[in-house]
């Protein structure tokens, strides 16, 4: 590759005037040709695939002039509402440029902290905090159309209920307990309401579900209300001999192999051990942010679901999350983020 490069050089080095300026013409042509703003970006997504009414659905929609800064406007023929290519998307009410998103969106791929991804993006710690929770909604959102299928395995985890930024709901006495320090060790020992159990499913293929269910010890109730439907009828689920799966199996219409005798016994190609892995990078992922706030855990299981156990390459993912960002159809506000409730449990 090098010797490539020295030979090229030196090739464009005895050229004469004229050609090497054609060269500098067709180089920054090329240049151009990349989409250098955000409205381009999003436009040229959207335009690789069926246009829609980011309201309605309809693709029964028409072009409706140009806004002062250029901005191509549309006009839904069937809701009869008007929007522009970033409207209803993530990058909706953002007035950074496409530069500052893609190094941004590079900073929630390497995994960066708050404080590290706004000093290398140039702006605030809090447009560094808003612009993850957008992001962390979208990977949410796109948790919800993941199906397993196959061999499954399923167990819970659990992480301490935490309060973490929230002071207004202990200046109020909403919260019943004491502060303890972030991160640190429940009060009371056991599966209490002090813990929130997360229950969590793999397939043979990386594909992973987990969210928040309920506190304290799973039931069957709750378990439905998280997996319901999210694995495909007739597949196989391995789990552990908890009395929570014989119901949520025969409901799911699943063949259900309970191992009993410990974590690491094997019945030939049934076990859990690809779901005891998962939970050990699960709370890797999770240790690095010194307790995570319940209101955004959802956000960080998706995270972690779609950067450290997806099989796809990182390159791969960033063209996932880009189009994701774009294709979602959700728009966040900083109230959005800041009136999430304390803890949303499924039931």
């Not at 522009?84 to 190094?103: D, E, R």
């Not at 702006?123 to 949410?140: D, E, N, P, V």
Request: hydrophobic share 35%; charged share 25%; aromatic share 8%.
């Amino acid at each position: 590759m090098k010797d490539n490069i020295k030979n090229l050089v030196g090739q464009i080095r005895n050229l004469p005037s004229e050609d090497i300026q054609e060269l500098l013409e067709i180089l920054i042509h090329r240049e151009q040709q990349a989409p250098a703003q955000l409205e381009d970006f999003v436009s040229d997504i959207k335009s690789a695939q069926v246009y829609k009414c980011p309201y309605c659905g309809s693709t029964h929609i028409v072009r409706n002039g140009h806004r002062p800064d250029g901005v191509q406007k549309f006009r839904c023929c069937d809701c009869h509402r008007s929007f522009v290519p970033m409207t209803n998307t993530i990058f909706a009410h953002t007035h950074k440029p496409l530069s500052v998103w893609q190094k941004y969106i590079g900073c929630v791929l390497s995994q960066d902290s708050i404080k590290s991804s706004a000093k290398s993006c140039g702006f605030s710690i809090g447009t560094s905090f808003y612009w993850r929770h957008k992001i962390l909604s979208a990977l949410c959102l796109m948790e919800e159309n993941v199906t397993l299928e196959g061999i499954a395995e399923s167990d819970e985890t659990f992480f301490p209920l935490s309060f973490k930024g929230n002071h207004k709901a202990f200046a109020a006495k909403e919260v019943s307990r004491a502060p303890r320090k972030r991160g640190g060790e429940v009060h009371t020992r056991g599966l209490s309401k002090e813990l929130v159990c997360v229950p969590c499913a793999v397939d043979r293929n990386h594909s992973s579900i987990s969210r928040i269910a309920c506190l304290g010890a799973c039931s069957t109730k709750a378990l439905g209300a998280a997996l319901d439907g999210k694995i495909r009828k007739g597949s196989t689920l391995c789990a552990d001999d908890n009395a929570i799966y014989p119901k949520f199996a025969a409901g799911n219409l699943l063949n259900l192999v309970q191992i009993k005798g410990g974590r690491k016994v094997v019945r030939g190609q049934f076990h859990i051990q690809h779901l005891n892995s998962y939970h050990s990078m699960l709370k890797k992922f999770m240790q690095k942010f010194q307790g995570v706030s319940s209101k955004y855990l959802n956000g960080y299981l998706a995270w972690h679901n779609f950067l450290n156990y997806a099989k796809e390459e990182i390159d791969e993912k960033a063209r996932i999350l880009k189009e994701w960002l774009v294709n979602c159809c959700r728009c966040v506000r900083i109230e959005d983020i800041a009136d999430l409730p304390a803890i949303k449990c499924l039931v």
